[in-house]
């Protein structure tokens, strides 16, 4: 697979992993929807100007993007904290209450099965 199909898998599989269309994706990224199409297809070469509007538009960090493409899988861990870090400190903190509700709960309930 030629390196631009492989990006350009690697974007249509970070996109569906949020539940975006290529709409909604273009929509939040400042692209065109033909531009995030194109992409995805492997038939066009971004520019850094169009890599960096298409990370903001996946809530993630350049360097999660292309260290998750060299590695052939997504780092959940990393693309979680670009989220987290995307957000405001008041939602940044309510994400941090919530995680922490949940995995407590995870926890009671691993716990309740031994």
């Given at each position: 697979?030629?390196?631009?199909?492989?990006?350009?898998?690697?974007?249509?599989?970070?996109?569906?992993?949020?539940g975006m269309t290529q709409e909604v994706l273009a929509e939040r990224?400042?692209?065109?929807?033909d531009t995030v199409r194109r992409l995805e297809h492997g038939s066009?070469?971004?520019?850094?100007?169009?890599?960096?509007?298409?990370?903001?538009?996946?809530?993630?960090?350049?360097?999660?993007?292309?260290?998750?493409?060299?590695?052939?899988?997504?780092?959940?861990?990393?693309?979680?904290?670009?989220?987290?870090?995307?957000?405001?400190?008041?939602?940044?903190?309510?994400?941090?209450?919530?995680?922490?509700?949940?995995?407590?709960?995870?926890?009671?309930?691993e716990e309740a099965a031994e």
């Amino acid at each position: 697979m030629s390196p631009a199909r492989r990006f350009g898998a690697h974007v249509r599989s970070l996109r569906k992993a949020r539940g975006m269309t290529q709409e909604v994706l273009a929509e939040r990224s400042g692209l065109s929807t033909d531009t995030v199409r194109r992409l995805e297809h492997g038939s066009f070469s971004p520019s850094l100007d169009t890599l960096m509007k298409l990370c903001r538009g996946l809530d993630m960090m350049m360097s999660t993007l292309f260290m998750a493409l060299e590695l052939g899988e997504r780092d959940l861990a990393r693309e979680l904290v670009d989220l987290i870090l995307s957000r405001s400190a008041g939602e940044q903190e309510l994400s941090f209450q919530v995680l922490w509700a949940l995995f407590r709960q995870l926890d009671r309930e691993e716990e309740a099965a031994e």
